[in-house]
């Protein structure tokens, strides 16, 4: 079965950086978009940054279009979230996630994703 695992949350200081990752297995990874989504507190879940199965075309939400960076590397079925220039309102739980179908671009909609990890928490403090 499809698992994602993510790591790499923590507390940081405002204008600090983290790095995320998500370990993906029971998929061929190589062939799936991934994407990165959060939720705070209160609030639903929002989009991240998505990217292409083939690592070429990638896509942000404008909130943090320029400080946030998504990649992957296909021989260690792994996805990354570079976040720089942290701000308290990047707080919240950020999950991976991967499509059903394969080949995609990756989605902004939270529904045309199938599979989920557990959530890694990132705490940006003022």
């Known amino acids: 079965q499809v698992q994602l695992v993510e790591s790499g949350g923590g507390l940081v200081q405002a204008g600090g950086s983290l790095r995320l990752s998500c370990a993906a297995s029971?998929?061929?990874?190589?062939?799936?978009?991934m994407a990165w989504f959060r939720q705070a507190p209160g609030k639903e879940r929002e989009f991240v940054a998505a990217i292409r199965w083939s690592g070429g075309n990638t896509k942000y939400a404008d909130s943090v279009k320029g400080r946030f960076t998504i990649s992957r590397d296909n021989a260690k079925n792994t996805v990354y979230l570079q976040m720089n220039s942290l701000k308290p309102e990047d707080t919240a739980v950020y999950y991976c996630?991967?499509?059903?179908?394969?080949?995609?671009?990756?989605?902004?909609?939270?529904?045309?994703?199938?599979?989920w990890g557990q959530g890694t928490q990132v705490t940006v403090s003022s």
């Open positions: 029971g998929l061929t990874f190589s062939n799936y978009a």
């Open positions: 996630a991967a499509p059903e179908s394969t080949y995609d671009s990756g989605s902004y909609y939270s529904n045309k994703y199938d599979y």
